[in-house]
């Protein structure tokens, strides 16, 4: 019987990931369980097992159940990273050397018949600026935020872990997902989804930045598909290249609110109330605009064409009007 | 009074690094301190601490002397790393884990006023194949060998414990460095400066890939000037990309060859002996060839220009005879 293991599973894309194995029965027969620190009270119905993910004696146990399939979600997002430096390192990166240190003991003490699938989630944040126009597959990672350090640390130590033979990983990295459903979180990126989903559902939203903001975005039910389109892809053909720009939709602010308006209405859109925050700014401005992920799209991948399509599958998906 | 650290000061380049800093007064009135498991016994003569940079206790013994300046320079080379994976990640990674946070602690002790330049000896191992014809500022870091990984994760870490203001750090890619005096070594990369150094030496070489291979040179003296001139740099002008990619000489084997003829003669080449060895060519082939490294050069940081002058350098500053 195939194990899948979702680290991370009960945020919220981890119950997408595990709604969308379950619902598509994608790894037919096989045991599911998730795991993170909390799990939401009206989760996805399959085992949940609660724990902290850097607690290296917690992930060893995780390992030794040997799962097929493991989905490596867990993180601590930008904005806490950057408040918390120790945390973000701890969590984001540490967490990563202890899970692929535990999984290759298990891969020896198989005599190496063990290997498993590892689908990481790393982001865009892994780059800085200043960038191309389009952001191609061979642009460096220059992050200029300790979340995005540590997504790319963890992407060199799974590719490298997989070319050794012990794992059998990829790093998937995601477009700013969009329209998060449930209460604003911490990233600093909280608030593309939040001026969408706020006001569909009749609450003022703040937005921090300028509309002239370009931005990355897929939405949660294209991160699903990323994700168990990655479980499933021949990864020789990655040829060594492991860490993937994943496809997105990019547009500005602006674009973003006249999707809204075309949607919604205006009294919707009138929901919206800029209140500049330099903080988040700094950081914004610092982030990706657009992207050219070629090997992505060859190799099956695939997110919305439109920002009006993103919101229609918040609509579909998530409204919980 | 200035305290200058160089771990790793028992190696060849933290010899010429020492040797240069006191021939050259770089640092006037400076206590210079060499850290290393060993040190040559006709080293130079500066105070020299044993220990294993590995060691998160000796780490932060060495932090509590709060250097102003720190070359980290220890390493377990490639070919090591490759054949000790658990070694390799655990001295090219984790002891800058550890060294970091000890010296973030000191920062912190110190109420924000201690921030030591930490100078950081990357390599050219963090790229991978397939290469464009030169490898410029902007292209990715996908290493395909343990030891660039490593490299490529402590460039990540140097690059975000200086944004947050708690070293001022930098990571130098150093091209290979030829001709390296001595023995050989157990880097991937040691018959490089082998095939010139053992011939003008009268003793036979060992050459383990085809003549056709292109590579990426640069000498001792010019790594030792690669340092100070980063130690001395002003570090705003990086704009947050503190890891460069540093000038040196591109040729062939043949083209090496033929500039040890025109300096030695061909009684000399004769004691180069092809014994093509299929591990260290399935590496070698992963290297880059050619750099257009405008931001180090726009930098002022300088290397020789044509390969007769990198063996120069070794019959200037090392030839035994």
């Keep these: 019987m195939t194990n899948i293991l979702i680290l991370g599973g009960g945020g919220m894309i981890g119950q997408k990931l595990a709604g969308r194995i379950i619902e598509h029965d994608i790894f037919p027969g096989a045991n599911l369980v998730l795991f993170d620190r909390a799990f939401p009270p009206a989760g996805v119905p399959v085992k949940t097992v609660t ?25 601590v997002v930008s904005g806490q990273a950057e408040a918390e430096f120790a945390l973000g390192w701890d969590v984001n990166m540490m967490a990563m050397w202890h899970l692929l240190n535990a999984l290759k003991a298990e891969h020896e003490a198989s005599g190496g018949t063990y290997c498993p699938r590892l689908v990481f989630t790393s982001s865009i944040a892994v780059f800085g600026g200043p960038y191309p126009d389009k952001i191609g597959d061979e642009f460096l990672s220059a992050p200029q935020t300790s979340y995005g350090a540590q997504k790319a ?47 569909l559902n009749g609450i003022e939203a703040v937005l921090p930045v300028a509309d002239t903001v370009r931005h990355w975005h897929a939405s949660p ?12 892809l021949d990864t020789n053909l990655l040829q060594g290249r492991r860490a993937l720009n994943l496809p997105g939709f990019s547009c500005t ?20 109330k800029p209140v500049p925050d330099q903080t988040i700014m700094g950081m914004v401005n610092g982030w990706p605009r657009d992207f050219a992920p ?16 993103i919101i229609s599958v918040y609509l579909e998906d998530d409204l919980s009007l």
């Design 153 to 199: 640390a963890c992407e060199l130590m799974v590719t490298d872990f997989s070319r050794k033979g012990f794992i059998d990983g990829l790093s998937l990295r995601l477009p700013t997902i969009c329209v998060r459903p449930g209460k604003a979180n911490a990233a600093a990126s909280s608030f593309f989804s939040g001026i969408i989903r706020e006001p």
């Design 51 to 75: 724990g902290d993910v850097a607690d290296p004696a917690m992930v060893r146990t995780l390992a030794a159940g040997r799962p097929d399939v493991i989905f490596a979600l867990a993180a």
């Design 294 to 309: 070629d090997r992505a799209i060859a190799l099956g991948f695939t997110a919305e064409s439109s920002f009006d399509e």
């Design 221 to 232: 039910r294209a991160a699903a598909g990323f994700l168990t389109h990655a479980a499933g």
């Design 253 to 272: 602010v602006a674009e973003q609110i006249e999707a809204l308006r075309r949607v919604a209405g205006q009294k919707v859109v009138d929901l919206i």
